[in-house]
Nanobody
Framework: QVQLVESGGGSVQAGGSLRLSCEAS????????MGWFRQAPGKEREGVAT????????YYGDSVKGRFTISRDNPKNTLYLQMNSLKPEDTAMYYC????????????????WGKGTLVTISS
């Protein structure tokens, strides 16, 4: 049974930082593209960042470039998202996802999803 469990969400003021984590089980983690996605109320889900299985390449959504950093620890089956300079428009439910290598650049077609962790940024 595949499980992706996110943690680290919370409420912070604009300009602050948060670090999200995602622990994976039930998959051969090192073989999967991993990513973070988010969905704000009333909006479509968008890709935040993805990282290739070996961690050598990462991709970011335009709205988070230069502020967010995705990383992974393959021996620990864990994915991270360091979020700095947070803005109110970053408020959303953040989801961890796993997919094939080709899903990384497109940020599309991920196979497995977590239940999400809520991030709220106040002005």
């Amino acid at each position: 049974q595949v499980q992706l469990v996110e943690s680290g969400g919370g409420s912070v003021q604009a300009g602050g930082s948060l670090r999200l984590s995602c622990e994976a089980s039930g998959i051969t983690y090192r073989n999967y593209c991993m990513g973070w996605f988010r969905q704000a109320p009333g909006k479509e889900r968008e890709g935040v960042a993805t990282i290739t299985p070996g961690g050598t390449l990462s991709y970011y959504g335009d709205s988070v470039k230069g502020r967010f950093t995705i990383s992974r620890d393959n021996p620990k089956n864990t994915l991270y998202l360091q979020m700095n300079s947070l803005k109110p428009e970053d408020t959303a439910m953040y989801y961890c996802a796993a997919g094939g290598y080709s899903d990384c650049q497109s940020m599309n077609g991920m196979d497995y999803w977590g239940k999400g962790t809520l991030v709220t940024i106040s002005s």
